[in-house]
């Protein structure tokens, strides 16, 4: 058995480990948390130098040709990092999605600018407050023109291309739209992590192609959002990890009634359980990944189960890192929020917990009668 | 990344396979495989003479022991080797409940501390079956505390007289010979005053009496020693050392990765599947939907930490600490997925017949067992200091015994 990754992707974490230590410390977060600019583009450009967005696109368009499990060391590192640049958009949605339900031509057409980190993609999905549903969906396309609204589009300020969800004569499809269109105009969301950019997109009459036959938008985008749950998951073990380890650091570091604040049983245990949770989220990830580079039946089930898994340990060792560092961990100084921020964004980005669950649930249930 | 056998592996499986095929009791899976929580019930079979005689075809054919060194009568083979038996005796390998601890932790400790010609008399018979063994450390007032034992030896000529009682002991009823810690000297500090012994469990002056547990079983011992006399060449490791024998025997009681705890996770999906509620189907309901997904992510996780630890057994390394998980996860699992269920059931949830309650009652048996599992070999609290202080780093606790004589340490009633 074998169920771990290889030397070659671990040195690959290291690299891009080592790229995150210089480059992004919580200094450069917080300049996108604080600023005006959208993502850290000095980073980002770094991180294309390095052939990274490409990970795992073939080298006939461009990319490095590594796989998915080399992108998962690297989705980790990101998340670990809180890098606040465009990749997760770009690469986990964007690309993805085209390598899904592009044809050939549209691969060849869209996806060396995403691979070199020239271009940059999105997804865009939700309209309206409340779970993704059919019905929730009111966009569509007549004639090849899009028009309509879609909230809360990853890095949608600086995306040069999106992937929408839209209704036409086939009932639900994903269609590609380029964004430099004077049909288009754009928003800035104010959100709970000003870290990462989001943005709501309106659209009058742009042009958009089809992803694809048409009238199975909605599959497609499962099938996508199982994809990104996954690579997602491996960002959020990331973040868990650093606020573990800021906690233990804190817990050996801060004295109280004469002693280290981590020989007290109540923050000793509190810590062990955060351990335990990343620990089965890492596992579920592991299986996550091994089904999504092989391409395994079970796929959809591991995916939620490691979505549910990766979001639980986030949001438990970020909201009790800031336990453990008391009225500390609550000034805006200390880097406890980012997590806190981070871990519940991404609780969301690719629909909530509660949505995840009853995938998960519904998954569980059909394997188990196959 | 993948789960597949190396070269050497696969023809390990194949050959495991093989000879369990050619070999096993199979009269006796339909019983093993419905076996009822930590029981073995192998309905008119004698329980002990099948799981003896399985023991010792394995044994005769060189499937027994199989961490030990040939000399003793074990097989030698790697950990990995070890974990690919263990998948593939399957439900067979709840016939071997009477050896573990012989195996896991007895024979050890003799192998590390006795001499030759003992271990060549005791461990062959171990391995085999013959004689079982069983370890005698807690006692009533020194359980995760065990350094704070009081079972007393005192020398006598060139033996030792031993009285004290012993609790919680495993099998003490059908156990030959088992080992003994005790404390030979309360005038220093609680670790330095123990000493380890092992004995003939029909001396004379040993009472053994079975434990009713909470639940209504009776699978421990209480053992009464009333100067019970052991030769001094019965001791294993120096006078005052004992400590550090029993460190030993427990250190090897972690070693059961890959063998997968039960969580009550497949029984809680059945109940869910097959129950109606006023709503419809009870795997329909929301909330029960929401607690199932946890459940999942908890038994999913604990599964692939699994298959995690046995990746890094197959490469060869030792996996620490991060094992004592398993059960830290498991057990409290376990409790809170069969009160949901009876809770399910609604009234009917308090049947314990197996020929009425759903599921033949095996989670109302879980309910009533999942308490001990909170405890044995570490309870719950003492797993999360072993992982925040041997995993995570963080500081040992402050103690309040710490540099006392054992004699002057405050104890309760």
Known sequence: MNFEFSEDQVLLKEMVRKVLDDQCSSREVRTVLEGESPHDSALWSQLCALGLPGTAVDPAYGGAGAGYLELCVVAEELGRALAPVPFSSSVFLAVEAIKLAASESQRAEWLPDLASGAKLGTLAAWEQVGPLRPASVTMRVDGGLLTGQKMLVADGDTADQVIVLANDEMGSSLYHVQLAHKGVSRTTAATIDPSRNFATLRFTSVPAQRLGSGGNGWQLLNELLDRAAVLTAFEQIGGAQAALDMATNYAQERFAFGRQIGSFQAIKHMLADMYVDLELARSNCYYGAWALSTGAAELPLAAATCRVSATQAYQHCAKNNIQTHGGMGFTWEFDCHLHYRRSNLLALTLGGPAVWKDKLVSRLVTNNAA | MNFDDNVDEAAFRAKVRSWLDDNAPKKLLPYLEKASFATLDLGDYDANAEAKAWRKKKFDAGWACLAWPKEYGGQAVSPIERVIWGQEEGAYAALGGLFTIGEGMCGPTVMAYADEAQKTRYLPKLASGEEIWCQLFSEPGSGSDLAGLRTKAEPDGGDWLINGQKIWTSGAHYSDFGILITRTDANVA?????????????????????????????????????????????????????????????????????????????????????????????????????????????????????????????????????????????????????????????????MVDPAEAALSARLQAILLRSPATRVEGGTDEILRNIIAERVLGLPGDIRADKGLAFKDIPTGR
């Not at chain 2, 004992?242 to 460190?247: C, E, F, R, S, Y």
């Not at chain 2, 427990?250 to 059945?270: A, D």
Request: charged letters at 20%; proline letters at 6%.
């Open chain 2, 190 to 350: 609680k670790h330095q005053g123990l000493t380890m012994f092992f004995l003939d469990m029909k001396s004379p002056g040993i009472d053994i009496r079975p434990i009713k547990q909470a639940n209504g079983q009776s699978g421990f011992n209480e053992v009464y020693f009333n100067d019970v006399r052991i030769p001094d060449a019965q001791r294993l490791g120096a006078v005052g050392e004992g400590w550090k024998v029993a460190l030993t025997t427990l250190m090897n009681e972690r070693m059961s990765i890959g063998g997968s705890m039960p969580t009550g996770v497949p029984e809680m999906l059945e109940l869910a599947s097959t129950l109606q509620l006023e709503t419809g189907p009870a795997i329909e309901d929301r909330a029960l939907r929401e607690k199932l997904a946890d459940w999942h992510c908890r038994a999913n996780g604990l599964k692939y930490t699994s298959a995690r630890l046995t990746s890094a057994l197959s490469r060869g390394d030792t996996p620490g600490p991060e094992a004592s998980i398993g059960k830290l996860v498991a057990g409290p699992m376990m409790q809170e997925i069969a009160m949901a269920a009876l809770d399910l059931q609604d009234l009917s949830g308090m």
